[in-house]
């Protein structure tokens, strides 16, 4: 059975940071995409960051210079660092796996980040 599992949300005030861990299990996610997302209040769920199984990232305009993803492929394990935290990022975080040779995806069950002015 294929599972991501998020951890490390929480309160946090602005101008702070948080790291996000995801353990996915299930599966070899070597080969696949690994990615953020996020849904903040009232919106649609919104694209945060990825990496690539070569390490290769690429980020959402809004969080560059400040979010840093990473991964240990050997552990299964993706992350992200967040720093200077801004209210309007208060959200529930989603660990997403991509697998690209038959377009499926991964979810987590999402991990909530509040961040307080």
């Known amino acids: 059975q294929v599972q991501l599992v998020e951890s490390g949300g929480g309160l946090v005030q602005a101008g702070g940071s948080l790291r996000l861990s995801c353990a996915a299990s299930?599966?070899?996610?070597?080969?696949?995409?690994m990615g953020w997302f996020r849904r903040a209040p009232g919106k649609q769920r919104e694209f945060v960051a990825r990496?690539?199984?070569?390490?290769?990232?690429s980020y959402a305009d809004s969080v560059k210079g400040r979010f840093t993803i990473s991964r240990d492929i050997a552990k299964n394990t993706v992350s992200l660092q967040m720093d200077s935290l801004k209210p309007e990022k208060t959200a529930v975080y989603y660990c997403?796996?991509?697998?690209?040779?038959?377009?499926?995806?991964?979810w987590g069950q999402g991990t909530q980040v509040t961040v307080s002015s």
């Open positions: 299930g599966r070899d996610f070597s080969n696949n995409v």
């Open positions: 997403n796996a991509y697998e690209p040779s038959d377009d499926s995806n991964y």
């Open positions: 990496i690539t199984s070569r390490g290769s990232t």
